[in-house]
């Protein structure tokens, strides 16, 4: 991974931690269902962002590999989709 997509990773991922501890506490607080589900609704975008970015960085990297040593890059990527389609 590229030093800047991985700190770029990093700062998102470190966001939806934040996100996640404020949710717990606003659980813990007993705030209202529609607050803690908005706040959640903007976790799981981040959390996707974060993903999103990570599967462009992957799939670029493997197709890159693949060119270089002659594979058909769609078939080296197979197995990256499979995992990707898992996360959600």
């Known amino acids: 991974m590229r030093e800047a997509t991985a700190k770029e990773a990093v700062q998102r991922l470190r966001r939806v931690e934040g996100q996640i501890r404020g949710l717990q506490q606003m659980v813990e607080e007993g705030r209202d269902c529609q607050e803690v589900a908005t706040q959640l609704s903007a976790a799981l975008v981040a959390r996707r962002r974060v993903a999103g970015r990570i599967m462009a960085c992957s799939m670029a990297e ?6 270089q040593e002659g594979r058909d890059p769609r078939q080296a990527a197979e197995g990256l989709i499979r995992t990707f389609a898992r996360i959600g």
């Not at 493997?62 to 060119?67: G, L, Q, R, T, Y």
């Open 62 to 67: 493997v197709a890159a590999e693949a060119v």
